[in-house]
Nanobody, 124 residues
Framework: QVQLVESGGGLVQAGGSLRLSCVASGRTFRSSAMGWFRQAPGKERDFVAAITGSGARTVLADSVKGRFTISRDNPKNTVYLQMNSLKPEDTAVYYC?????????????????WGQGTQVTVSS
């Protein structure tokens, strides 16, 4: 079992930045590829970013490339999502997810564990 706790969400003006954190417990963290997803009201939960267990490889959704960065600190059991140049369309609940594999996962069904989510609101 893996427990995931996100933090760092909040209200920010367009053009601003936030850094989300997700702390994992209950399993060897470096054995888990990690991902971030987001869900806006009335919409599907969409992929945002993913990172391999070692942190050597990352992938970002086209909508956030050049603005967001995913990283991880394995000794701290933490994965981060740095969000810059935020836009109102980035407003959503952001979820951290973990999978029982080392490789990248790009879809919801590839993940085994989910956090409770943290709200990000970007005002125009």
């Amino acid at each position: 079992q893996v427990q995931l706790v996100e933090s760092g969400g909040g209200l920010v003006q367009a053009g601003g930045s936030l850094r989300l954190s997700c702390v994992a417990s209950g399993r060897t963290f470096r054995s888990s590829a990690m991902g971030w997803f987001r869900q806006a009201p009335g919409k599907e939960r969409d992929f945002v970013a993913a990172i391999t267990g070692s942190g050597a490889r990352t992938v970002l959704a086209d909508s956030v490339k050049g603005r967001f960065t995913i990283s991880r600190d394995n000794p701290k059991n933490t994965v981060y999502l740095q969000m810059n140049s935020l836009k109102p369309e980035d407003t959503a609940v952001y979820y951290c997810a973990a999978r029982d594999r080392l490789g990248l996962g790009l879809t919801k069904v590839e993940y085994d564990y989910w956090g409770q989510g943290t709200q990000v609101t970007v005002s125009s």
